[in-house]
Antibody, heavy 122, light 109 residues
Framework: EVQLVESGGGLVQPGRSLRLSCAAS????????MHWVRQAPGKGLEWVSG????????GYADSVKGRFTISRDNAKNSLYLQMNSLRAEDTALYYC???????????????WGQGTLVTVSS | SSELTQDPAVSVALGQTVRITCQGD??????ASWYQQKPGQAPVLVIY???NRPSGIPDRFSGSSSGNTASLTITGAQAEDEADYYC????????????FGGGTKLTVL
C-alpha cells in the first residue's frame, strides 16, 4: 500500500524558514518523480514544486521560485521542501504527491499524503 | 506561465449528467487531468490522458478535450460525487511545471 506521510509543518514567523518532509513507502521511491502541492485555507490547489526520479529535473511555481528548494533522498525514501523567507501568503496545507509513471515526470499525481499545515504569522 | 479557468460552481440533479469544463492555452498541447476533492480529504485522480480512469474510479466519470477546452463529464451523478473538482495540465511554456484550475464545486441536488 502506497503511503505518503508529510511532517514538519507548524507556526512560523514571516521571514523565517521551515523544512517539510515526506516519508514514502509501499512503492519503489527512486523510480518516481515527486511533487509538493499546497492549498491555502478555503482555496484551490497550487502546484509548488516537482523533482524527477533522479533529481535531474526540478521545477518551481513562480510564487516560490528563489525561496523554496525541493530535494529528495532516495536512500531514505524521503522528499523534502526547504522553505525560506516565508510569507503570510505561504500559509497552506502542503501535500506531498507521487507522480504516476516510473522514470518519467508526467505531472499526474496518483497518490497524495494527508498534508502538513504551515501557518506563517507573527 | 499558463492559466486554467474553471466555473466556480455547478449543480446537477441526482441521476442527471453534468459537464465540468476547464479552459486554457496549455490544453492545446497537453491533456488535462482531473481531481476530485471532498471536504477534509486529499485530492483523488479521477481522469487523465485522453479519457482514462484510474483503478477504482466509476465509469460514470469520463473526459474529453477540444481545442483549448477540457471537460469532465459525470453521467448519472450520485450524491457521493458532490465535491470540488480541479483540472490540471503541464505548463505549455516548456518549463518543468504544472498548473491547476481554480476548481469547480459540484452540488448534487
Amino acid at each position: 500500500e502506497v503511503q505518503l506521510v508529510e511532517s514538519g509543518g507548524g507556526l512560523v514567523q514571516p521571514g523565517r524558514s521551515l523544512r517539510l518532509s515526506c516519508a514514502a513507502s509501499g512503492f519503489t521511491f527512486d523510480d518516481y518523480a515527486m511533487h509538493w502541492v499546497r492549498q491555502a485555507p478555503g482555496k484551490g490547489l497550487e502546484w509548488v514544486s516537482g523533482i524527477s526520479w533522479n533529481s535531474g529535473s526540478i521545477g518551481y511555481a513562480d510564487s516560490v521560485k528563489g525561496r523554496f528548494t525541493i530535494s529528495r533522498d532516495n536512500a531514505k525514501n524521503s522528499l523534502y521542501l526547504q522553505m525560506n523567507s516565508l510569507r503570510a501568503e505561504d500559509t497552506a496545507l502542503y501535500y506531498c504527491a507521487k507522480d504516476s509513471v516510473s522514470s518519467v515526470t508526467t505531472f499526474l499525481f496518483d497518490y497524495w499524503g494527508q498534508g502538513t499545515l504551515v501557518t506563517v504569522s507573527s | 506561465s499558463s492559466e486554467l479557468t474553471q466555473d466556480p460552481a455547478v449543480s446537477v440533479a441526482l441521476g442527471q449528467t453534468v459537464r465540468i469544463t476547464c479552459q486554457g492555452d496549455s490544453l492545446r498541447s497537453y491533456y488535462a487531468s482531473w481531481y476530485q476533492q471532498k471536504p477534509g480529504q486529499a485530492p483523488v485522480l479521477v481522469i487523465y490522458g485522453k479519457n482514462n480512469r484510474p483503478s477504482g474510479i466509476p465509469d460514470r466519470f469520463s473526459g474529453s478535450s477540444s481545442g483549448n477546452t477540457a471537460s469532465l463529464t459525470i453521467t448519472g451523478a450520485q450524491a457521493e460525487d458532490e465535491a470540488d473538482y480541479y483540472c490540471n495540465s503541464r505548463d505549455s511554456s516548456g518549463n518543468h511545471r504544472v498548473v491547476f484550475g481554480g476548481g469547480t464545486k459540484l452540488t448534487v441536488l
